[in-house]
């Protein structure tokens, strides 16, 4: 089984901010994990994906992320927040389940304030 | 060109009613998927299919039938529309398992009245 918890459903930052939203994950198996970003009425779009390469993995729009295993996290970081990041970005997990189908936790609102 | 493209972007619709939405995706992918997102903003898997085969059906009421006539599309028909079944729905699509991830469609806004 696997399951993704996200932290804070709200996260407010100010504009040039250092950006974190929290995500833990359960794998019964090392798990590949994954940021996507959702801006209003759009579809999820790939940020960025761990899949047993690097721990630190970088993606897109100056976002990037750190697999510690031994914390079962993947927390998504940006070291200056910009108002266009303001979205939902929602974490997953695959790779213990059947088709590996991706898990997403709850999803986290992500507030930029000027 | 869109990768994952879905038809309608929104359906208004009265209880009861039948109604399919269609997602086709252009990348030459094998295995497609539908979500369903809540209100809550919550994304729950509902099939997944593969070469148009079934191989995950959630626990989803046999109201919804999916439908892969090639590896390209797969369409959801919903019968017997209800109120609960207001949600926007989300076709994806990955290369095999998806463990390097998938490729989502803009969604479908359903809202039952």
């Known amino acids: 089984a696997q399951s993704v918890t996200q932290l804070g459903s709200h996260v407010s930052v100010s504009e040039g901010a250092l950006v974190l939203l929290r995500c833990n994950y359960s794998?019964?198996?090392?798990?590949?994990l994954f940021w996507y970003v959702q801006y209003p009425n759009q579809g999820l779009q790939l940020l960025l994906k761990?899949?047993?390469?690097?721990?630190l993995v970088k993606g897109i729009n100056g976002f990037e992320a750190e697999f510690k295993k031994s914390e079962t996290s993947f927390h998504l970081t940006k070291p200056s927040a910009h108002m266009s990041d303001a979205a939902e970005y929602f974490c997953?997990?695959?790779?213990?389940?059947?088709?590996?189908?991706?898990?997403f936790g709850g999803g986290t609102r992500l507030m930029v304030k000027p | 060109d869109t990768a994952v493209s879905q038809t309608p972007k929104y359906l208004v619709t009265q209880m009861g009613n039948d109604k399919s939405i269609k997602c086709e995706q252009n990348?030459?992918?094998?295995?497609m998927y539908w979500y369903k997102q809540d209100s809550k903003k919550f994304l729950k898997i509902m099939f997944s299919?593969?070469?148009?085969?079934?191989?995950i059906n959630e626990t989803v009421p046999n109201r919804f039938s999916p439908k892969s006539p090639d590896k390209a599309h797969l369409n959801l028909h919903i019968n017997s529309l209800e109120l609960g079944d207001s949600a926007v729905y989300f076709c994806?699509?990955?290369?095999?398992?998806?463990?390097?991830?998938?490729?989502f469609g803009s969604g479908t806004r359903l809202t039952v009245v």
């Open positions: 990348l030459g992918h094998d295995t």
């Open positions: 761990y899949t047993s390469a690097a721990t």
């Open positions: 794998s019964s198996v090392p798990p590949y």
């Open positions: 997953a997990v695959s790779g213990s389940n059947a088709g590996n189908m991706l898990t």
């Open positions: 994806a699509s990955s290369q095999g398992a998806g463990n390097y991830g998938y490729t």
């Open positions: 299919y593969n070469n148009k085969e079934l191989i």
